[in-house]
């Protein structure tokens, strides 16, 4: 076989046998459209499990409302936790080829198991008679545990599956190539835009069937598209551009080398680093000043017996670069917060409420859902194609507007989002009060469920905003190495963002539920205050937006082409 031609052969790039590729046969938007194709069909299958599995734990397995709520937000919670793990493994062992490829057999696992659960009928279930004001009966205990099981094999398929399979896609772009680099900066605004179609179909189509025809088929549908998945993926290996490292160390040794050089060298004073920097020549660089106290990693420690090794400038700036996306996570927590609720308390608030069509046919709550990925896919070619080249020609970037303006900008309006679920829950009390449905939690408020749809419109947008922006800024400013982990990272903001929403939604619930009050989440939504809720989330994003402009404003990009 000829070896490929030296000016298009791709640098640091083989194919899948460790050959180098030629750029004409591999990679670009042939390569990643197989990519995000699969892509479509894992969140197809996500989404098909997660938006609307508040109504399985409640109508299903009979949890109330704020434990089922909980449970959701664990397991969201874990499902973007996990991806850390599965990123570590795919950039210091795997690859990210196969971290692919085995987690996608994990997925069909955890979802054949899922719908073998929703086919299992529980004697207790079955047999026993429900009152419109009481809760199903309790399912066997076989069934509870394999469907939760069953989950969470899900969680751990796609915490491999989630941050391989974005960084694997623009793994298929050359940065050094000029039209490559160009079409790689759109690749993240187009990916969002098609896993957005993906949503909005599964909340229109997966969550019909799961009201209305059968849970065991709502899982089912999912399972087959992630077999699909697999062979679209293995059918591309030939076309596909893999990253060659070489023989470069791991890059989680090299990082973590310098903050353990740092700490040893602790006591190393100033005039030391200062004559250090000096003669490798780090004054001139700005970014260097920020973090000075790894500079101390230049040094050689003082406790080595053997004279140790010091850590290159290279490295330590590799190191700056994780700790400069620490305030960026944590200022983000609070817009993780708000974006858990779409698929908890909006679908309940949406189940109370009027969703008749025509007679005989109602809206599925969760369906509802579909106005958020609906407003990602209008807004993102309106952003990508429009706002972009407007912005160009006042600020003379090619991007626009930076990553961390766009995404502040999201997460203003995850904020206004929060202050219209507020005002539409006061609307939906008073409207339930002033029929007097109080105390009749089954019985259907007189307001159309279409009040709900300004929120969730507002939702998307904040989303083509924030959760593209994160998606960007955490895989370019993240070190070359990791790009897995700092997808993984963005992700992992989401995570914790659901956990503290489980705990925030704990702690109220014991505080607000005591000396014979009603909580804020009682199972007769009628009598809860998710009004209360929204407020409090609001004035959380407030406080999350200030901090995070203020560190945003000192943030120093790692790449001259991002500011």
Known sequence: MEAPLLEDTVECAVDYNGRPVRRSDSGGWRSAALIIGVEVAERFAYYGVSSNLISFLTDQLGQSTATAAENVNAWSGAASLLPLLGA????SFLGRYRTIALSTVLYILGLGLLTVSATLHSPSISGCQQTEKSLPCSPGL???ILFFFSLYVVAFAQGGHKPCVQAFGADQFDAQHPEESKAKSSFFNWWYFCISLATFATVNILNYV?????????????????????????LGTRTYRFINRGDEENPFVRIGRVFITAVRNWRVNS???????EIRGLLPHHSSQQFRFLNKALLVPNSSKEGGHTCTISEVEEAKAVLRLVPIWVTCLAYAIVFSQSSTFFTKQGVTMNRSIVPGFDVPAASLQSFISLSIVVSLPIYDRILIPIARNFTGKPSGITMLQRIGFGMLLSALSMVIAALVEIKRLETAQEYGLVDLP????????????PQYVLFGVADAFTMVGLQEFFYDQAPSGLRSIGLSLYLS????????????????????????KE????????KAHLDYFYWLLAGLSAIGLAAFLCFARTYIYSKKNTT
Request: glycine letters at 8%; proline letters at 2%.
């Open 88 to 91: 570590f493994l795919a950039d």
């Open 142 to 144: 076989f069934q509870v």
């Open 210 to 234: 799961q009201d209305n025809l059968s849970w065991s088929l709502g899982f089912g549908i999912p399972c087959i598209s992630m077999v699909l998945a697999l062979v679209v993926f293995l």
């Open 271 to 277: 005039s030391e680093i200062a004559h250090e920097e």
């Open 442 to 453: 089954k019985a259907t408020v007189p307001l159309s469920i279409w009040w709900l749809v």
């Open 493 to 516: 903001i989401f995570g914790v963002g659901n956990f503290l929403s489980s705990f925030l939604i704990s702690a109220i619930e014991n505080l607000s539920s005591g000396d014979g």
């Open 519 to 526: 909580s804020w989440f009682n199972n007769n939504l009628n």
